[in-house]
């Protein structure tokens, strides 16, 4: 069948730089290890494993060695534990995440109560809530319970989030009130160039696939977006997850990547559609 | 007929303290000025002349006495030349008003593209936009092309205007773009007060008046609220001003009045309304 690649998809500079940081400590140092998934993609979390990455979920299980500090970053009370412990540290924490760590840190220094717009279970929400003391994460409109009327709000939104979902969450915040309201827009460019690139491209197909880890924030979103616009979208971890069904009585189709996921995955992928027949199916 | 009297109507805090001492002035001194009408309302403000109060349009027509600055404020250009001249100058400028133009010259000052939610010809948003240099004036969406979409926007709002229409904008500034975004809510909370009770108030009635100048911009935003609620919304200056075959068949009437409108000409038009029969009409 015909296969139409997303223009802007698959790693970012952030990923990219995370495993680049990886794979040189691997080389160099034993006992390495990472807080949390470095990236949130199974198949290069396993490839990392294999070169010896050992991934932990809690700072105490680490008692000696070098942590990788993963691309979500971390709080910083984990980064002072395992300082404290004399563990070696290597940052591979996005500069983009840095920033918003940064901003939430400076907002709250200023009084502001600090607003994330974001999804409290994820590794990069969790980081930056431990930035500053007074937080509140805000999924959707039902959390604005948390937020005072006349609050001075200092907003920062999680890097993957849509420009979409940004717009209407301040717009729920404005209607709920508010005495002070300053934003700081740390949505990644990167990401909304690939959500726009995707929904561009989902329009024009019978059919979207979109390739990523599933707890990959920003491979979610782009499924989420695709699926606004077409129906037939689907979120699947590498070519193994394909339930060759849905293409059946398809001609064309598209593809797009989580900012996580590696070349190898999506060309494998494409070849592999490409090349797939009706009567196979 | 059935008269209902809005809950909360008629002079502010900030339009008695201008006529308090525009008053007071009036009684100890002789060639007194008044920079643009000192509140919008043509009763109060012919009262006002007949007791000598002078109004003039621009700093240019006063050349000795005192100039009472109204209750929308005045540009720092137009104070420094009345002050250049050695002319005598009576700040009766509503303290909120005075809040936004300070807020507005702090933003600038912290390099912020200033951003006002408001009517350009208003002389308060006017006197607010003398006090930055890089200032944008927001009355609608089709406003929102004169920014940049990746600007460091400040924004305030013309103490006047519903907090449905701040949302609004800002909720139309977020999908526009920006890469931060500082809000203060300048919306004046009295003003807010009355149009909550003026929309609650119109809900319940045959037919709905708001009483103020048409100069006035809360009367105005008053009247625009209630209409949207009610289509029998008439805004008039005073009874004189009512078309009587308005109210023919009419059973209950609502009144609500602007912050310049005195109490008198509230209760001589509830009075008259009350005593209205429709044979008269």
Request: a neutral charge; hydrophobic letters at 40%; one cysteine or more.
């Amino acid at each position: 069948m015909k296969v139409v690649v997303a223009e802007k998809c698959g790693f970012c500079h952030g990923v990219r730089n995370a495993i680049t940081i990886a794979e040189k400590v691997l080389a160099q140092e034993k006992d390495v290890y990472s807080l949390g998934p470095i990236i949130h993609n199974p198949d290069v979390v396993k490839r990392l494993a294999e070169a010896g990455l050992k991934t932990v979920d809690r700072v105490e299980e680490v008692q000696s060695g070098t942590v990788i500090i993963r691309s979500h970053g971390a709080a910083p009370e984990q980064i002072a534990k395992l300082q404290d412990k004399g563990i070696h540290i290597v940052d591979a924490t996005c500069v983009l995440v840095k920033r918003v760590q940064q901003i939430a840190k400076h907002l709250a220094g200023d009084g502001y109560r600090v607003v994330i717009i974001g999804d409290e279970n994820h590794p990069e929400v969790q980081a930056v809530m431990g930035c500053a003391t007074d937080v509140a994460v805000v999924g959707d409109e039902s959390d604005l319970q948390n937020l005072a009327k006349n609050d001075r709000l200092g907003v920062v939104c999680q890097t993957t989030q849509s420009p979409e979902h940004l717009r209407k969450m301040l717009a729920s915040i404005c209607s709920h009130g508010f005495s002070e309201l300053k934003v700081i827009n740390t949505l990644c460019k990167e990401a909304v160039k690939r959500q726009e690139s995707a929904v561009r491209l989902c329009k024009q197909v019978d059919i979207m696939f979109v390739l990523g880890g599933v707890q990959s924030a920003n491979t979610r979103k782009l499924a989420e977006l695709c699926r606004e616009v077409n129906k037939q979208t689907y979120h699947l971890e590498n070519w193994k997850g394909l339930d060759k069904n849905l293409v059946l009585g398809k001609n064309v189709a598209g593809v797009t990547a989580g900012a996580s996921t590696p070349d190898w995955i999506i060309t494998e992928f494409v070849k592999n559609l490409e090349a797939f027949d009706d009567r196979e199916g």
